[in-house]
Structures are given as C-alpha cells and as structure tokens.
C-alpha cells in the first residue's frame, strides 16, 4: 500500500512537471517538445487512475484504516483532480493552437510556475501526512501562499489584456483569458486538496 501510495504522488509530480514543461514549450515554438510533454501527461494520467482503483481495491479487501479508509480515498481521489486538470490543459493548448503575444509570454510562464508550485507543495504535504502529520500544516501555508499569488498573477494578466492590449482581437483576448482561467484551476485544485488534508490532520489527533 505505502509502495503504491508513493508510486500515485510520483505520477502527479511528475504530470505537472509536464504540464510546466509543455506550456514553456508551446510559448517558445518548441512543437516537438511540447507534443511529447502531453504524450507523458496523458500516460502519466492514466497510470495513476490504474494505480488509484488498486488502491481503492486494496483498502476494501483488506478492511485497511477503517476509521479513515474513506476520507484517504476522497483525497486521492481529488488529489487526481490536479493531474487530470493539467492533462486537460495541455490537451486544450494541442487542440485549439492559442495565439499569445511576445509581451504576455513570460507573465503566463509565471503564473503557470506559480499553480505549479501550488502543486508541489501540496504533494509534497500529502506524503508528509503519511509519515509525520505534524508536520503538514506549514507545507499547506505554502499552497494556499502560491494559489494566492497565481490568482492575483491571473488578475493581472486579465487586466492587461483587455485594458492594454488593443492590438488584440477581442476574440483573441478572450481565448488567453480562457487559457488563463485553466491554469488557475490546476492551483485551485491544490488548495482543494490543501484543505481536505487539513481537516484530516484535525481528525487523526482527535
């Protein structure tokens, strides 16, 4: 179980890695790049959901943490929210070919670093729930942290496009405002996560 439970974070680490990778790749031309980027995240994916039904199999068969068996099950289950949102992202990016202006490229490579952030410390809380409950509440400051800085990143690149940016089309901005929306749904997803861990650290010490 602890073996399969490290093998599921490994995938969602490692689906947003991707994730980060593929945008920084579609924002600098890199197709090929980018293209084998969401060949990873799609099989990254569909890896974790064969290994959270194991999962899930083994907590029934095995009557394992019955106290708690459905609450771990829910936060893995949210917890693959995350990698599923980011694989749909990429997936958007491959299909629908957005055009980003040069002067909006590094603010959206930002706030792509930002959610992802959000995402590595949440896993990174999520092992440590397993091992040392203690010691969760400061990583999930982190989250919530960088969850915070992506919205207002978010704000900010919705603000230039349509106040600044009038050698845009409007259907232009309003695809970069759609894209923008979707990273911040990767983020929002972590602070899901975030507080579903919390409650259970309250709920293991009572």
């Known amino acids: 179980m602890?073996?399969?439970?490290?093998?599921y974070f490994n995938n969602v680490e490692q689906g947003n890695f991707n994730f980060k990778q593929g945008v920084n790749h579609y924002l600098d031309g890199e197709?090929?790049?980018?293209?084998?980027?969401?060949?990873?995240?799609?099989?990254l994916e569909s890896d974790a959901d064969?290994?959270?039904?194991?999962?899930?199999?083994?907590?029934?068969v095995y009557s394992l943490m019955p106290n708690y068996s459905s609450d771990i099950l829910n936060l893995l289950e949210k917890t693959d929210d995350i990698i599923d949102k980011a694989k749909k992202v990429l997936s958007q990016f491959d299909v629908e070919a957005p055009y980003f202006p040069e002067d909006l490229k590094n603010d959206?490579?930002?706030?792509?670093s930002l959610s992802v952030k959000s995402v590595e410390n949440v896993i990174s809380a999520a092992r440590v729930f397993f091992t040392a409950p203690n010691l969760v509440k400061d990583k999930l400051q982190k989250v919530i942290f960088y969850e915070?800085?992506?919205?207002?990143?978010?704000t900010n690149i919705?603000?230039?496009?349509?106040?600044?940016?009038?050698?845009?089309?409007?259907?232009?901005?309003?695809?970069?405002?759609?894209?923008?929306l979707h990273v911040e749904e990767v983020s929002d997803a972590s602070e899901v996560v975030a507080k579903m861990l919390s409650s259970l650290v309250i709920k293991i010490k009572m």
Request: glycine share 0%.
């Open 108 to 112: 959206f490579k930002r706030l792509v």
């Open 2 to 7: 602890i073996i399969n439970i490290d093998e």
């Open 50 to 60: 064969s290994i959270i039904r194991k999962i899930e199999n083994d907590f029934y």
């Open 158 to 180: 919705k603000r230039r496009l349509f106040k600044e940016m009038d050698f845009l089309k409007l259907s232009e901005k309003i695809h970069i405002r759609y894209f923008t």
């Open 31 to 43: 197709t090929d790049e980018f293209e084998n980027n969401l060949r990873k995240i799609k099989k």
């Open 148 to 154: 915070r800085e992506t919205d207002k990143l978010a």
